[in-house]
């Protein structure tokens, strides 16, 4: 039977046009039911005996969720208790139409066999398809479908041999709900119902919290000013009143984003990475960025508003008119970018309460207010909460408990957590990219040996399309944690296939053997002197690139001793750089620029090329600034100027100084990026004062190289790394076992309250705060200029030495971090004692 | 125009009929011969409709489109037609062989039409000066029999009165611009007026009298013929002789007369018609192009 839809329509270009599709009826979608006789089907989907233990449904029962239900509590929907479900293809659509995320777990739920979930395709059943009436809303339309597929369920089932089965709609939409009463139907709504499963009561945990309940959860001020609704926002942003962005928020400040949004109310319940509609404050309210340091440390009270206030009008600095920044504030939410978010709970102070707060990892993420009754159990756990919305009286979103982590500290889990929050697929390769390994053993045909760099053809295993090579390119690079490689294929490659042991090798040397064998004058075999040869070569390409303006630039790279037996690093050192490695290094790049060359001669208008462009001079200011404290002039004019000015700076009695001013400059730099050589014409690397450049020589780590390789292959034959993904984590857990440690730090940036400073031991960065949790801290004074921090009696300057204790913080273990405090210079009142180190508690092995 | 060729014996015995009030097929000189008229028959146009009368057969599609109006009628909205004359009428218009008379149809609907006094154009106004309906009436000659012009304008009227126009709701921007929202209901639409839209009705000068709704035997036998608009009120709106033949004042006279009559007479089934055919709603049988 053949029906038509006919919709009017808005097109881009303002017009409107009516459209009409065709739309066909069949009599012959089955039902899905094991129990049903009726239809000719070939394998059912719901069970026979359909049984949950409920209150209310004592019966065997099939349920029909409506959307809202599927989009709100998908968390529940998940759990493997609730089975026999029939998703409509009304529900489908429309939870397609308004969530992605949403829509991708509902089809992964109905693809689990163990779920017996079925999609009923009742838009395209001639008994069970409705037409819109005249004056009915769509949402009203889709209602009514669903209720008419559930009566039909009903009748449909009724005949057959079922001990009193029945379909049961739930829905939260009282409206609906009315409606289907009055028609003789079966209905909950989802909080009943999963209320009334006996058997699973943390079921209730996950409910999502809906309206009804959100008035007293949060006291009934209203804290914050309304969101415009969406029409507004549009037309506001097309007259150019508005501003539309990302909301990034401020690592430092959880009251300050970017430097455009500055308190609690301008933020208005903006969430970091939403994109959010701004509008632009008078000049006269426009503020600078403040210098403080500023984390949500407040116990889990509601109504400190005034403390929050007085943070706020300590951020208010008198800044003068030069430093200030375009402000505004959040006028409405145009697309929310909520995610599961990883952290602890922290548990409200009244024992019997069910409501608590949740502390997310990221700091940038506000706190969430979550329901559990098992709060006392995931005290220590780090869990998983997806926040459902956030209210204009509440201080704080409200969210649901998704799942538990594992305990927390452990490493399995922190590890777990890592990659979770920086969103690394991290899932075991499935069956379909293992199939396209290579059998081993596996060689290659014999062929002249020649001078050269030698790279892995790993593009010869991973064909365009394959599994695995779809697999890759998600990943797009591999990730190094503690004990666990995320690699970007499937371990065989990496462990076996890739490495050249097919190559009939001389010798396989370490950097540092190899370094032995250079330094070592007493050996003269053949392996050494070609060793020799090539270091000469590559002092030679070294040396040329330099004077062309490479950089060498600083950025510290640490490396851990691992525990053989219990993978717990044991200790930290800065990683050295040998002669050989730089040997290894210049090759490397000499491979690359050759093959960039290559692959875009060749390919003029699609070669993946990597351009590093050359900073904008106002990138430079802090550098410039710190270099000035010291009485030494950086230029910037060029990048060889800069080398030049890098090298010669330096301090007497102070050999690390130049280190750190490398380690500034770095932070000066652009971003270098991947692109297509026929999208762009300015193809310079700026850091290794290259024209042109690639990745190639490391395709088991990168996704990009092995484009390269395919181009390069027919030629003969994005930045995705993770800059945050740093070893921090494993760092807490080394301090975790070292407890407090007595280092010597230089300080990298002056704050108004705080100093941040980098221990060269371990590569690591953290913040002394002066400002004490107590209101009665120390005088401070702090100079814009300088910048430099009075404390007291002492300045504060930038690259001063301090002496400062590590230790883990863990007397708040919602948020476990380094904590740093200042040992040396002694200020009373401000410094701590030297602490005594305490005996470890296992000798440590270093280097296994 | 398609014509037939006719004998000097046939030519007389179709006009000594004419002569007395007994046409050929037993019509009367002022009878229309059977009408028959379907709305609502192409499913992606605004309006639409389908018209016999005799075997002329003409489908008429209203498509309603968004413009800006004419700079020297800011208040109005205005209509856009196009005749095509398919090969399917007759083979002759095969090629390029239907564009004269296309042309030349297109060219006397909108002197009939495309003013305020036929087709109610303010109403078709969005906002002054910058938005309007720009409606495209699409005629396609589906068979020739003779009275071209009787059966479009039936058929233009028919299908404006089943168009359907969304409503669209204007909203003031915040800095003066306006935007434009469109109701998500899709029963939620506007209709055109179509209380004073003319028909045209062609008088035919055989011999010493004049028929309406001439067949092609009838035409081929006329030397002039008149084509008026009529709107309900019996006004005529627009006047057109056409053909070599000439007429002297007295038959003009007493033709303009019979036209106003007989076009007057025209608009009460027609729009009885068209209401008890929408009245019928969903429960309507469709009978389309294969009926």
């Known amino acids: 039977m053949l029906r038509s839809k006919t919709f009017v329509k808005k097109t881009r270009s303002g017009g409107i046009r009516k459209i009409v599709r065709e739309h066909y009826l069949r009599d012959?979608?089955?039902?899905?039911?094991?129990?049903?006789?009726?239809?000719?089907?070939?394998?059912?989907?719901?069970?026979?005996?359909?049984?949950?233990?409920?209150s209310l449904c004592t019966f065997p029962h099939y349920l029909i969720p409506d959307t809202n239900v599927v989009l709100h509590q998908i968390d529940v929907l998940e759990d493997p208790q609730l089975r026999n479900v029939i998703i409509l293809q009304t529900v489908l659509q429309e939870v397609r139409h308004r969530s992605a995320p949403v829509y991708k777990?509902?089809?992964?739920?109905?693809?689990?066999?163990?779920?017996?979930?079925?999609?009923?395709?009742?838009?395209?059943?001639?008994?069970?398809?409705?037409?819109?009436?005249?004056?009915?809303?769509?949402?009203?339309?889709?209602?009514?479908?669903?209720?008419?597929?559930?009566?039909?369920?009903?009748?449909?089932?009724?005949?057959?041999?079922?001990?009193?089965?029945?379909?049961?709609?739930?829905?939260?939409?009282?409206?609906?709900?009315?409606?289907?009463?009055?028609?003789?139907?079966?209905?909950?709504?989802?909080?009943?119902?999963?209320?009334?499963?006996?058997?699973?009561?943390?079921?209730?945990?996950?409910?999502?919290?809906?309206?009804?309940?959100?008035?007293?959860?949060?006291?009934?001020?209203v804290l914050f000013p309304e969101h415009f609704p969406l029409a507004r926002i549009q037309a506001g942003i097309k007259g150019g009143t508005f501003l539309q962005g990302t909301y990034r928020a401020s690592r430092d400040n959880y009251l300050e984003a970017t430097v455009l949004l500055q308190g609690l109310q301008n933020l208005n319940r903006a969430i970091h990475q939403d994109v959010v509609a701004v509008q632009l404050l008078p000049r006269e309210q426009w503020v600078a960025p403040s210098s403080i340091v500023l984390q949500d440390e407040r116990e889990a009270k509601d109504e400190e508003t005034t403390e929050e206030e007085e943070?706020?009008?300590?951020?208010?600095?008198?800044?003068?008119?030069?430093?200030?920044?375009?402000?505004?504030?959040?006028?409405?939410?145009?697309?929310?970018?909520?995610r599961p978010f990883c952290g602890m709970l922290n548990s409200s102070l009244i024992k019997e309460s069910t409501r608590h707060l949740f502390t997310?990892?990221?700091?940038?993420?506000?706190?969430?207010?979550?329901?559990?009754?098992?709060?006392?159990?995931?005290?220590?756990?780090?869990?998983?909460?997806?926040?459902?919305?956030?209210?204009?009286?509440?201080?704080?979103?409200?969210?649901?408990?998704?799942?538990?982590?594992?305990?927390?500290?452990?490493?399995?889990?922190?590890?777990?957590?890592?990659?979770?929050?920086?969103?690394?697929?991290?899932?075991?390769?499935?069956?379909?990219?293992?199939?396209?390994?290579?059998?081993?053993?596996?060689s290659i045909t014999p062929e002249d040996r020649a001078v050269g760099v030698h790279i892995a053809d790993v593009s010869h295993f991973i064909r365009p399309g394959n599994a695995m090579d779809l697999e890759a390119s998600n990943r797009g690079t591999t990730v190094y944690l503690c004990g666990r490689l995320q690699s970007l294929f499937a371990t065989l490659q990496c462990g076996e296939a890739c490495f050249l042991f097919v190559i009939n090798s001389k010798a396989s040397l370490t950097y540092a053997e190899a370094q032995l064998r250079i330094d070592d004058a007493t050996m003269n075999d053949d392996v050494t002197s070609s060793l020799r040869g090539l270091n000469k070569l590559a002092k030679i390409l070294k040396r040329r690139r330099i004077e062309k303006g490479a950089l060498t630039l600083s950025s510290l790279e640490v490396r851990f001793h691992i525990d053989s037996e219990t993978h717990d690093p044991i200790d930290v050192h800065t990683k050295e750089l040998m002669e050989t490695n730089s040997m290894v290094e210049e090759f490397m790049l000499l491979a690359n620029i050759s093959v960039a060359q290559k692959i875009y001669d060749e390919f003029s208008e699609c070669a993946l090329l990597r351009k590093h462009p050359a900073p904008p001079p106002s990138n430079y200011e802090i550098?410039?600034?710190?270099?000035?404290?010291?009485?030494?002039?950086?230029?910037?004019?060029?990048?060889?100027?800069?080398?030049?000015?890098?090298?010669?700076?330096?301090?007497?009695?102070?050999?690390?100084?130049?280190?750190?001013?490398?380690?500034?400059?770095?932070?000066?730099?652009?971003?270098?990026?991947?692109?297509?050589s026929g999208m762009d014409s300015d193809f310079h690397h700026y850091g290794l004062a290259s024209p042109i450049y690639t990745h190639f020589t490391s395709p088991i780590r990168r996704y990009s190289d092995i484009v390269v390789h395919r181009l390069l292959a027919v030629a003969i034959g994005a930045d995705g790394t993770y800059p945050d993904l740093t070893d921090k984590h494993k760092l807490s857990l080394f301090f975790k076992s070292r407890g407090l440690l007595n280092e010597e730090g230089f300080i990298l940036f002056v704050r108004k309250n705080a100093i941040i400073v980098l221990i060269p031991k371990f590569g690591l960065e953290g913040t002394v705060f002066f400002d004490g949790k107590d209101k009665t801290g120390p005088k401070l004074v702090f100079d814009e200029e300088g910048p430099t921090l009075m404390v007291e009696q002492h300045t504060f300057k930038i690259f001063d030495k301090v002496k400062v204790t590590i230790s883990l913080d863990d007397s708040n273990i919602q948020h476990q971090k380094i904590r740093m405090s200042l040992v040396e210079p002694v200020i009373p009142g401000v410094s701590v004692p030297v602490p005594e180190v305490g005996p470890l508690s296992k000798k440590p092995k270093l280097d296994r | 125009m398609a014509t037939v060729q006719l004998s000097e014996a046939e030519k007389v015995y179709v006009l000594h009929g004419i002569r007395d009030d007994l046409r050929v097929d037993g019509r009367s000189c002022e009878d229309y011969r059977h009408v028959e008229i379907e709305t609502d028959v192409v499913s992606n146009t605004d309006g639409s409709a389908k018209v016999t009368l005799g075997h002329t057969a003409v489908l008429v599609g209203v498509k309603a489109e968004m413009a800006k109006p004419r700079p020297a009628a800011p208040e109005e909205g205005y209509l856009e037609f196009f005749v095509d004359c398919s090969a399917n009428a007759t083979p002759k218009f095969e090629g390029r062989g239907g564009e004269e008379l296309g042309m030349e149809l297109t060219n006397t609907l909108y002197r009939v039409f495309n003013n305020k006094h036929s087709v109610d154009l303010g109403s078709l106004c969005i906002s002054p000066g910058e938005h309007c309906w720009l409606l495209y009436v699409d005629v396609l000659l589906l068979q020739c029999d003779g009275n071209l012009y009787d059966a479009i304008s039936i058929g233009i009227k028919a299908a404006l009165f089943n168009t359907r126009i969304p409503k669209v709701l204007i909203s003031e921007g915040e800095e003066g611009g306006t935007e434009i929202e469109l109701s998500d209901d899709p029963y939620d639409c506007v209709r055109l007026a179509v209380d004073n839209v003319p028909c045209m009705v062609t008088l035919c000068k055989v011999g010493p009298r004049y028929v309406v709704d001439a067949t092609l035997q009838e035409k081929a036998c006329s030397v002039a013929s008149l084509i008026m608009a009529v709107t309900p009120a019996g006004t005529c709106t627009c006047m057109r002789k056409v053909g070599g033949g000439s007429l002297d004042p007295e038959s003009v006279f007493e033709m303009t007369e019979a036209g106003k009559r007989v076009g007057k007479s025209l608009h009460g089934p027609l729009v009885a018609l068209l209401s008890q055919e929408e009245s019928l709603g969903k429960k309507r049988q469709k009978v389309g192009f294969l009926g």
Request: charged letters at 30%; glycine letters at 4%; aromatic letters at 6%.
């Open chain 1, 360 to 442: 997310p990892a990221d700091r940038r993420v506000p706190r969430i207010r979550i329901e559990t009754r098992q709060a006392s159990s995931l005290a220590d756990q780090r869990i998983m909460v997806a926040i459902d919305g956030w209210p204009r009286h509440s201080r704080y979103p409200n969210g649901h408990f998704v799942r538990s982590l594992g305990a927390a500290g452990d490493k399995e889990t922190e590890t777990e957590v890592l990659l979770l929050e920086h969103d690394v697929p991290h899932q075991d390769f499935s069956q379909a990219v293992l199939s396209f390994l290579p059998k081993m053993p596996w």
């Open chain 1, 28 to 54: 012959d979608i089955w039902c899905g039911s094991e129990l049903c006789t009726e239809c000719k089907q070939e394998s059912t989907v719901l069970l026979k005996d359909a049984c949950i233990e409920s």
């Open chain 1, 623 to 676: 550098l410039s600034k710190a270099a000035k404290s010291k009485g030494l002039a950086i230029h910037t004019d060029s990048a060889k100027a800069l080398a030049d000015s890098l090298d010669v700076a330096k301090v007497d009695g102070f050999p690390y100084f130049n280190t750190l001013l490398r380690v500034l400059a770095t932070r000066c730099m652009m971003q270098a990026v991947y692109f297509c």
């Open chain 1, 311 to 338: 943070k706020e009008q300590a951020m208010k600095n008198i800044a003068d008119d030069a430093a200030r920044k375009p402000t505004g504030r959040v006028v409405g939410i145009i697309k929310r970018n909520w």
């Open chain 1, 105 to 221: 777990r509902l089809k992964d739920l109905i693809h689990e066999q163990e779920k017996h979930v079925y999609t009923f395709t009742n838009e395209h059943h001639r008994e069970t398809y409705v037409e819109r009436e005249p004056g009915e809303s769509a949402n009203d339309r889709n209602d009514r479908a669903i209720r008419v597929a559930v009566d039909w369920y009903n009748h449909h089932l009724e005949n057959t041999e079922s001990d009193g089965l029945k379909v049961v709609l739930i829905t939260n939409d009282q409206g609906n709900k009315e409606k289907a009463e009055e028609g003789g139907l079966l209905v909950y709504k989802c909080e009943e119902y999963v209320k009334s499963l006996l058997a699973n009561p943390e079921l209730v945990d996950r409910l999502a919290l809906t309206n009804d309940n959100k008035n007293d959860i949060s006291s009934s001020k």
